[in-house]
């Protein structure tokens, strides 16, 4: 069974820019998740989508988005980037039972 | 807002020792979840608990879901040079309108030569 796959695993931006990152989860997994982690911050919640509408949404600015689409793959969105963006950004699908399996993750580089 | 206090931060340890890390945390939970992280890599699940006294097993790994409902327990048994890595808890009400996965700052396990 295919694991959450990420896409791309690694980019560079600089400041202004906007990114689009990309996440399959695991066949039959309706809900996804997205994640930054930091050092300094660790792990943190951004927001998860079920049936391509947005179930939960975590403290971060509007620059941060997302969206669903019918086949549960699911994008995010980060606008205007800033320094402070560099991140790996972590992607993961659930079952109905709330266990979390990740993707590996993209990792953000903002110049 | 909710946070979770994992401990220790690090643990440097010698092969074939024990090791036990937990969270806590001001809010009840109905899932705890705990993970590992390699570098590069994303977390991969070892074990969830879904009941209040609950001890699960996973080889060496041992997990418990506080009687509280606030705090989780892991333990290693008999460490090995790839249980290196960082290992994180995640407390989450499932399911829930207003569910938000809360997860710990994570615990470095380091194994000395």
């Known amino acids: 069974k295919a694991g959450v796959t990420q896409t791309p695993r690694y980019l560079i931006k600089t400041r202004g820019q906007q990114v689009t990152l990309s996440c399959s989860p695991i066949?039959?997994?309706?809900?996804v998740s997205w994640y930054q982690q930091t050092p300094g911050q660790g792990l943190q919640f951004l927001f998860e989508?079920?049936?391509?509408?947005?179930?939960n949404k975590g403290n971060f600015p509007g620059r941060f988005s997302g969206r669903q689409f019918s086949n549960s793959r699911s994008e995010m969105n980060v606008s205007t980037l800033e320094l402070g963006d560099s991140a790996l950004y972590l992607c993961?699908?659930?079952?109905?039972?709330?266990?979390?399996?990740f993707g590996e993750g993209s990792r953000l580089t903002v110049l | 807002g909710q946070q979770l206090n994992q401990s220790p931060q690090s643990m440097f340890i010698q092969e074939g020792e024990d090791v036990s890390m937990n969270c806590t945390s001001s809010s009840i939970f109905n899932t705890w979840l705990w993970y590992k992280q390699d570098p590069g890599e994303g977390p991969v699940l070892l074990i969830a608990l879904y009941k209040a006294g609950e001890l699960t097993s996973n080889g060496r790994l041992t997990a418990q879901f506080g009687i509280t409902r606030k705090d989780s327990f892991l333990n290693i048994s008999a460490s090995i040079p790839s249980d290196v890595g960082i290992y994180f808890c995640?407390?989450?009400?499932?399911?829930?309108?207003?569910?938000?996965?809360?997860f710990g700052k994570g615990t470095r396990l380091h194994i000395l030569p």
């Open positions: 993961a699908s659930s079952l109905s039972t709330g266990e979390l399996f």
């Open positions: 989508y079920f049936s391509e509408t947005q179930r």
């Open positions: 995640a407390g989450r009400y499932f399911p829930n309108r207003d569910d938000k996965i809360i």
């Open positions: 066949s039959g997994h309706r809900s």
